[in-house]
Nanobody, 121 residues
Framework: QVQLVESGGGLVQAGGSLRLSCAAS????????MGWFRQAPGKEREFVAR????????YYVDTVKGRFTISRDNTKNTVYLQMNSLKPEDTAVYYC??????????????WGQGTQVTVSP
């Protein structure tokens, strides 16, 4: 079973950047597809981005394409989310997720505790 710990959230002005990190332990990191989800107040958790176990394939929700980049370092058991050109509507708690099959299906994922990202106008 894998444990996930996110870091890197914070308060940033619109147009700014943040890089989230998610450190994994307790499992074979390189065998997991990894993803990022977010949940804004009063809304359901939504998929943001995912990366394949090898790092060779990525996929993004349309609202973040061209602004966010997901990457991973299998030697450090860490996945990243570089967020540029942030908008107030990106404000949410961001969660790291892991799954060996389809990380885009929330029901089967391992989850971190989340990190708050707040974007001010």
């Amino acid at each position: 079973q894998v444990q996930l710990v996110e870091s890197g959230g914070g308060l940033v002005q619109a147009g700014g950047s943040l890089r989230l990190s998610c450190a994994a332990s307790g499992g074979t990191f390189s065998s997991y597809n990894m993803g990022w989800f977010r949940q804004a107040p009063g809304k359901e958790r939504e998929f943001v981005a995912r990366i394949s176990s090898s790092g060779g394939s990525t996929y993004y929700v349309d609202t973040v394409k061209g602004r966010f980049t997901i990457s991973r370092d299998n030697t450090k058991n860490t996945v990243y989310l570089q967020m540029n050109s942030l908008k107030p509507e990106d404000t949410a708690v961001y969660y790291c997720a892991a799954d060996k099959f389809n990380v885009m299906i929330p029901a089967n994922n391992y989850w971190g505790q989340g990190t708050q990202v707040t974007v001010s106008p």
